[in-house]
């Protein structure tokens, strides 16, 4: 087998499918959540908390001097991100939770038992007609 009919058929697995596209959607989540941290929740917070960008927090550590840019340890933008990590986690949770709940509720509803055949009907019947 050629390697390009292996790497194909690895591909092409079900598996490797299903994982590029939850990566590919778990990437435009995370940009759901970041606008959402930072254009929605971040805003009023600063505002509850006496005005403040949680954007422009930062502690400088050395002012800029000439063409050389200012080196600054930015807090601000950390705490966006912890908060941006936190309700990505939250909801990754609630999906696991529901998926996990579906489960059960499959395992536990027991399946009908199937439907006998016409031939063991038949013969059932014939069993029922000897006893008699």
Known sequence: MSMMSEFRD???R?????????IVIGGAFGKIVSSFVNDVLMPPLGMAIGGVNFADLAVTLRE???ETAAVALK???FIQTILDFLIVAFAIFMVVKAMNSLKRKEEAAPA???APSAEVTLLTEIRDLLKK
């Open 10 to 12: 690895f591909a092409m």
């Open 14 to 22: 079900g598996n490797v499918v299903d994982m590029a596209v939850g």
């Open 64 to 66: 800029a001097s000439g």
């Open 75 to 77: 807090y601000g933008a």
């Open 112 to 114: 009908a038992p199937p």
